[in-house]
């Protein structure tokens, strides 16, 4: 098992070292709008994390009720304030104000989610400073089990601009003969039972099979599904079947794999932003 939550710990001790021993201040100031209640949940985790990290974390909270112009005016303020480095977009956003939208205005050296075109960008040009936090997850996950990427099969199920594109991405940066399926692929297991290192991101339960994958090769579930349990509750599970386990010669799990990974490239980004 690949351990997102033992490889987060560590990034975030790292970071704390990094931090103290710059002698400066690193902060991250946060946009949340409105009450969405797992967004309000993601922002106290966050706050956790950020102090773990010796992060300050800074939240900036607008009224459910704000307008795109309310939001955007925030973000282009925050831009021009030397003192902010790192910002960040909780979502959602309050129905019919279009998050990329808002997303695209972060100056592209504040934007530590990656979530600015520009970055994305970025990636393709290979400058690797500020990576969506989730494919940046995915290849240090993928790169912790010591397998050597130039050359290697992989194979990526799921295409989003946020997740699965630049996953994808990177991995050819790291020289590796890359296939991206989406929903429209046709035998999709065909392709990944060829292949080293398989990457779930199509937010599909249990999508990714036993006989998907090849004796040994390198497992990363990036899905977070909400299902019922046998008991009747409500449970998270990934894109892979648990049963994959035992064919993979490395695997994540969900949860504890790639979403507290997730959390620590955030701040990592963050401290490339404010360090650089
Ligand atoms: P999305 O809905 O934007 O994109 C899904 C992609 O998967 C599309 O390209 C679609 O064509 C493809 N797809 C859908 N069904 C498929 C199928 N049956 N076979 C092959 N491809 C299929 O989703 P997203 O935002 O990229 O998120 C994907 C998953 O990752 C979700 O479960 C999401 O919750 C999770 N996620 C996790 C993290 C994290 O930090 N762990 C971060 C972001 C997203």
Redesign the pocket.
Known sequence: MIDGKALGALVRATLRTRIAQSGRKVRLDAVLVGNDRSAAIYAQNQAKNCAEAGIEYHLHTLPAASGYDEIAGRILLMNTEDSIRAIMLHVPLPAGIDAERVQSLIAPEKDVEGVNPANIGNVVYGRRSLVPC?AL?ALEMIESTGITLRGARCVV????N???KPIAVLLMRSEATVIS???F?AN?SSLTREADVVIA????AA?VKPDWIRPGAVVID????RVTGADGKGVTVG?VDPAVAEVAGWMSPVPGG??PM?VAMLLRNVAEAALR
């Open positions: 989730t997850a199920v799921g295409a989003s946020i997740v699965g399926a989406n929903k692929t999709i991101a199509a937010g599909v999508l990036v899905g977070i599904n894109d790639v979403g997730t």
